[in-house]
């Protein structure tokens, strides 16, 4: 049971990445009061939770509703993580946020 538990605090943990979304929440939220942050980190959080909610209990029934089986999601799974270390390897990402960030302040 506990170890159930713990594997799923760590995928979830690292999925959700809480040290890495801090930054970017408050950078997002910089004009807003204390108050406004606090309801808008509490209304998103409650989205987040039901969405994993819903898929938690409901996703095996959605992907079986439109074809999908859990193989050919891990298949895909693999094939964006190997074309984005590609890219990563290639240093092509860096290149295209340069070319997007300088069209956005040009």
């Known amino acids: 049971m506990s170890s159930t538990f ?20 408050l950078l997002l939220t910089e004009g ?5 942050r606090f309801k808008i980190a509490i209304k998103s ?18 992907f079986n509703w439109i074809g999908v ?13 190997f074309i984005i270390s590609i890219e990563m390897l290639l240093d092509k990402r860096r290149l295209r946020r340069e070319e997007s960030a300088n069209k956005v302040l040009s």
């Open 45 to 62: 959080s409650l989205i987040a939770f039901t969405v994993l909610i819903i898929f938690a209990y409901g996703g095996k029934f959605f």
């Open 6 to 25: 713990f594997n799923s605090f760590a995928v979830l943990f690292v999925a959700i990445d809480a040290a890495g979304i801090g930054p970017l929440f």
């Open 32 to 36: 807003a009061t204390r108050e406004q």
């Open 69 to 81: 089986s859990i193989n050919s999601l891990k298949i895909a799974g693999g094939i964006i993580l």
